[in-house]
């Protein structure tokens, strides 16, 4: 398998980009001609990753820098890495389970790992206590693009 | 601007538009909520029609809103959701709780 693109963006751990994050990943899978249904599953999944540093990761104090990484290999899978260098997770399993949240005074719907494991083919999530999470994601798109 | 609120009668029409996120669910909220007690409104519809974009924060916005009119014994309903919305609508589980109409005037006709 060949890497044909590659993007790495370093971002304020701001909510506006939550949608600067969402735009960049849209366009750098748009040479592939993805669906809708796609696009909207890949946008929406990093929106969760990338709230989720912004809120959980830095405390929405914006004390921190996230970054998203975008790689696109020749089988038409994109592989998509979001980090934070946050206070990190202590139980994962927990907090991947549906309807878990640690911040319900926030109205939190504890929907987010789930968005991301039904919308991409996987979701792995790594984090150390103190130094931060790494959520990796990867989507393999049926599209045409690439004639 | 992405929110627009108006009364008929004792209910809160919130229109909606562009991306629903974290980031606008923040500056929605208040405004929400401001307007729904100042004016003594009993029920809230959220029209959809022109919002191409939801995630879980929008789920939680509308969770929020939901449980404040049912302390006023009053309903929330959503309008005007397309595809991509209801998936992530859908998979929350609201809509078991919500009731959904295709368009902003039959939510309005069925909550009077
Ligand atoms: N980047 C992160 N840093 C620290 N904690 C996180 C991070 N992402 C997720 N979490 C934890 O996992 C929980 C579940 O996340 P999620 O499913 O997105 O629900 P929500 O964001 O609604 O709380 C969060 O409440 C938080 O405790
Ligand atoms: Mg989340």
Request: charged share 25%.
């Amino acid at each position: 398998m060949e890497i044909l693109n590659e993007v790495n963006i370093v971002m304020d751990a701001k909510s506006e980009n939550e949608s600067f994050a969402r735009m960049v990943a849209a366009g750098f899978i748009a040479r592939l001609d993805p669906t809708l249904a796609e696009l909207n599953e890949v946008k929406t999944a990093v929106s969760e990753a990338v709230t989720n540093a912004v809120i959980h990761g830095y405390d929405s104090e914006n004390l921190g820098k996230i970054s998203l990484k975008l790689t696109l290999d020749s089988d038409n899978t994109v592989t998509i890495i979001i980090s934070d260098n946050g206070k990190g997770i202590s139980n994962i399993e927990e907090a991947m389970q549906p309807l878990y949240t640690s911040k319900p005074e926030m109205e939190r719907s504890g929907m987010g790992f789930t968005v991301m494991e039904m919308f991409m083919d996987s979701t792995d999530v790594s984090s150390e206590k103190g130094l931060g999470t790494t959520i990796t994601m990867t989507k393999k798109l049926r599209a045409s693009g690439d004639e | 601007m992405g929110i627009s609120l108006e009364k008929d009668n004792r209910v809160l029409i919130v229109k909606l538009d562009g991306d629903i996120d974290h980031h606008t669910v923040e500056k929605y909220k208040n405004r929400i909520d401001d307007e729904y007690e100042k004016n003594n409104c009993k029920h809230i519809i959220f029209d959809f029609g022109q919002v191409g974009f939801l995630d879980s924060s929008g789920i939680g916005m509308i969770i929020g809103r939901y449980k404040n009119t049912v302390q006023k014994n009053g309903k929330t309903a959503v309008a005007g959701m397309g595809e991509c919305i209801l998936r992530i609508y859908n998979m929350s589980g609201l809509s078991k709780i919500i009731d959904q109409y295709d368009s902003l005037s039959e939510a309005v006709e069925y909550i009077k």
